[in-house]
């Protein structure tokens, strides 16, 4: 079973830049899909960039071209890069990974890191 602990989160102004770093320990990281997710207040969780072991790289529509998502497997930690930030893109942001062995699914999640965007 693996681990994930986000780091990176904070508050900038917008316009500004972070970097989130998810560190996964505990199981074979080259196995798992990997992606961030992010929850606003009231809102439901969104995918916001996935990276799967096999297949594109994916964003949800309103951070393209300005978040890149990308993982060193020697490190076994998972990155998402963000430009151009925006008040609307203030939520914890949660990384996951997923597993798919077979027929079941199984999903991991970090504990979230806070990503306030305001001047």
């Known amino acids: 079973q693996v681990q994930l602990v986000e780091s990176g989160g904070g508050l900038v102004q917008p316009g500004g830049s972070l970097r989130l770093s998810c560190a996964a320990s505990g199981g074979i990281f080259e196995l798992y899909d990997m992606a961030w997710y992010r929850q606003a207040p009231g809102k439901q969780r969104e995918l916001v960039a996935s990276?799967?072991?096999?297949?594109?790289?994916t964003y949800v529509d309103s951070v393209k071209g300005r978040f890149a998502i990308s993982r060193d497997n020697a490190k076994t930690t998972v990155y998402l890069q963000m430009a151009s930030l925006k008040p609307e893109d203030t939520a914890v942001y949660y990384c996951?990974?997923?597993?798919?062995?077979?027929?079941?699914?199984?999903?991991?999640w970090g504990q979230g890191t806070q990503v306030t965007v305001s001047s």
């Open positions: 996951n990974a997923r597993w798919v062995p077979g027929p079941d699914t199984y999903d991991y």
């Open positions: 990276m799967p072991r096999f297949g594109p790289t």
